[in-house]
């Protein structure tokens, strides 16, 4: 039995270590061809108390596969702009065109604190909601992940948007991953193992005299 027992946890080791799904790929930054926005980004109201402010960064650098320091300031680092009807007179949104039909089920942000978002998806004929993004009480640039969305989303670009907050507001990173599922190999190294755990513990269990007889 000393044998056996180290031997069943071995086992399951090697099960777990199986069953875990690869580490999934930033599809996003993996399929960008190019990120456009409408409205005037960079540009702050006359008076406003963030003056003077670094200037935003490359659009393309919401889709680089990068974050910045989580709360660092809304307007370092990240594509900023100012929502005031002084500045803008229609809300500012960011569109991602990506090189093709590329399926998600899962979105992380990075994205000023105070405020909410939109993260719309094309569908070919319209944009539809892929997940709307809450307020996250913090301060600067804060990260916040979608979770496993209720359903997988295909579609060749993807717009951002602010919703609601302060009129200041900033994204630094946009990420989209489609959740890894075990190949049929991994499957099947999965059940033997737990056949053979199963196999062994039974062993185990078996009284002394039965084994030699």
């Known amino acids: 039995m000393t044998r056996t027992v180290p031997f069943a946890a071995a086992m399951a080791a090697t099960v777990l270590f199986v069953f875990q799904p690869a580490q999934a790929a930033n599809l996003i930054s993996a399929n960008v061809t190019g990120v456009a926005a409408t409205g005037t980004i960079g540009t702050l109201r006359a008076g406003s108390p963030w003056a003077p402010a670094s200037a935003p960064t490359a659009l393309t650098s919401v889709a680089d596969d990068a974050f910045v320091p989580e709360g660092q300031l809304w307007t370092q680092g990240s594509v900023w702009w100012d929502d005031d009807p002084s500045v803008n007179a229609l809300p500012v949104s960011l569109t991602i ?3 093709g039909p590329v ?7 990075q994205a000023d604190d105070n405020d909410s978002y939109l993260l719309e998806y094309w569908d070919g004929g319209a944009w539809q909601t892929a997940w709307a993004i809450d307020f996250k009480p913090s301060f600067g640039l804060v990260t916040r992940d979608s ?3 209720g359903s997988t989303i295909t579609t060749d670009a993807l717009r951002f948007s602010a919703t609601a907050g302060d009129n200041y507001y900033a994204v630094s990173e946009i990420q989209g991953f489609l959740t890894a599922v075990p190949e049929p190999t ?5 059940m ?6 199963g196999f062994q513990m039974r062993r185990a269990r078996r009284p002394r005299a039965a084994r030699l007889a």
């Open 97 to 99: 065109q990506l090189g």
């Open 147 to 149: 979770g496993v969305l």
């Open 103 to 109: 399926s998600f089920d899962r979105f992380v942000v």
């Open 192 to 197: 033997a193992g737990i056949a053979a755990v």
């Open 186 to 190: 991994s499957w099947a190294m999965m």
